[in-house]
């Protein structure tokens, strides 16, 4: 398997994960954007939302299931 391509989800593993980060700063959703990403301190992609930080953690949580954490332009 090659990083960033079909089946990737099922090698992920904690740490940095470029390719997700790409695809998190590739989404503008209508209620709210993401503006950065990194590394949480338990493994997981940090994301910084502007907008409904409740909707951006129900869409991440449903689609990246135990592999985001989300916080506001205040930081984490």
């Known amino acids: 398997m090659v990083r960033g391509h079909a089946g990737q989800e099922l090698l992920w593993d904690r740490g940095q994960d470029h390719?997700?980060?790409?695809?998190?700063?590739?989404?503008d959703?209508?209620?709210?954007?993401?503006?950065?990403?990194?590394v949480a301190a338990d493994g997981r992609t940090r994301v910084g939302v502007v907008g409904d930080l409740a909707a951006?953690?129900?869409?991440?949580d449903?689609?990246?299931?135990?592999?985001t954490?989300?916080?506001?332009?205040?930081?984490?």
Request: proline residues 5%; charged residues 15%.
């Open 19 to 27: 390719a997700l980060e790409q695809a998190l700063l590739a989404m």
């Open 62 to 67: 449903t689609r990246y299931p135990g592999r």
């Open 56 to 60: 951006a953690r129900a869409f991440l």
């Open 29 to 38: 959703r209508n209620n709210w954007q993401v503006f950065e990403t990194g």
């Open 69 to 76: 954490t989300v916080h506001g332009n205040t930081g984490p």
